[in-house]
Each structure stands twice: as C-alpha cells, then as structure tokens.
C-alpha cells in the first residue's frame, strides 16, 4: 500500500454536517467554515443533498480559492472534501488532477488490501468511495477537460478519443469488482483489479504526460483558474 495514496484519501479535516440544516443555513455554514480555513486545511462535509449549487457560489464568491473532493454522492447522501488552496500556488491542470490519480490509486491499494485481509465489508465500503470519485473524474474530464484540449491550436482530437474509449471500458469493469467483492471472492476480485489497473496505469500516464501538460501550457494562470473553477463546481 502506498503511503503517498493512503495519506492523500485518508488526510484528516474538520467535520461540517449540513444534514439537518435549512437551505439558508446550508450555504451560510459552508460559506462561514470554509472561509475559516487556512491555506491547504480542509473541511469534511456531509450533505442530504447534491452540494454542487453550494460549490457553484462559493467560487462565485471566491474564485479560484477552494477545490472539492467527492467520496459519496448520493442519492441522499453526500459527502465532499472543501479544500483551501494555498495561497501561492498555481492553478496547474496537471497538479490538481495528477493529485486526483494519486488519490484514487491509493483508495484502490486500501480496497486491495483490506480484501486481502479478509475485511470485505470494509473493502466494498472503501471500493465505493474510489467509484464514486472515479466516475465523477472522469465524467469531468469528459465534459471540461477534454472539449478543452480540443480547442487548443494544435488540439488532435486522437487523444481525446483515446481518453474516452479507455473511460468506457473502465466503467464496464466497474460492476465486475463490487460484485466479487459482494461475494467475498477474494481471487476473482484480484484478477478484475489486475485486468483494470493494467489499463487505467496506462492512461493515467497518457493524460498527466499529455493533456494535462497540454492545457497547462497554452492557458495563463487565469484561464487555468477559471477552468478548474468550471471543473469543482461540474
Ligand atoms: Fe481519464
Ligand atoms: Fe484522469
């Protein structure tokens, strides 16, 4: 397991619990905790309901301050990371979905590891947080990220279509593993995990080395906030 990864989806924050909450008070608790927050502390929220109109207005409030993590979302239950951004750093495509990778791949490496154990309950739960923030990022590098690249001059749509055959059959593998899981099948699951990894490894490397770098190059720093705005609040 990798330290890097656990670290990344396992990193501690300050709980805000928007369950039983109003709709005013919804947005003025979300507004007044993360304002609160320094550079790089995080708020760990829990929401009934989808918090992306909240997320819409607090970039609208403050753009390009705050980035968002899902690990549930919904029906009826959400639950999402608020993270300040230091103060100094840039808005680099490349650092903010390179991080999601590491993430995922290290909730992927628990999910191995507490199946291996024997703890499947606790790997399904794990498994279903790492789907859940799969599908959203790759749903947002579809419909951001990607019609972004193409309208780079230069943009070859090949890589685009690459990115989006590869996300088809990582979605198709998605069923194979929660289900092994469900039924404690320890060595089928390994073999679902192997057959995934080996292309989700390959094209990870394909958009950190290329698309990512791509749209970092030919967008300043303020086009690249405003695309990462556009991006959390997706
Ligand atoms: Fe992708
Ligand atoms: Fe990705």
Redesign the pocket.
């Known amino acids: 397991m990798s330290t890097s990864g656990r670290e990344a989806s396992r990193a501690p924050g300050a709980r805000l619990d928007l369950r039983s909450a109003s709709e005013d008070e919804r947005w003025e608790l979300l507004r007044s905790r993360a304002e609160a927050l320094a550079g790089g502390e995080a708020l760990d929220v829990e929401d009934r309901q989808d918090p992306r109109p909240l997320l819409g207005r607090i970039e609208s409030a403050h753009p390009g301050t705050f980035e968002a993590v899902f690990r549930a979302s919904g029906p009826g239950r959400y639950r999402l990371e608020v993270r300040r951004r230091p103060p100094d750093a840039a808005h680099l495509v490349s650092d903010t979905?390179g991080r999601?990778?590491r993430r995922l791949v290290g909730l992927m490496e628990d999910v191995e590891h507490l199946a291996r154990g024997g703890a499947f309950e606790l790997a399904a739960a794990c498994y279903k947080e790492f789907r859940c923030g799969l599908a959203r990022?790759?749903l947002v590098?579809e419909q951001v990220l990607l019609p972004e690249f193409e309208t780079l001059p230069g943009g070859s749509h090949d890589p685009c279509a690459a990115t989006k055959q590869d996300h088809i059959v990582l979605r198709r593998a998605f069923d194979a593993m929660a289900e092994t899981l469900r039924r404690h099948e320890l060595e089928h699951f390994l073999s679902a995990m192997r057959a995934f990894v080996e292309v989700w490894g390959e094209?990870?490397l394909r958009?950190e080395r290329v698309l990512f770098p791509a749209i970092d190059e030919a967008r300043d720093e303020r086009a690249r906030a405003e695309l990462l705005g556009r991006a959390m609040c997706f």
């Open positions: 979905f999601e990778h990022h790759m590098e094209h990870n958009e």
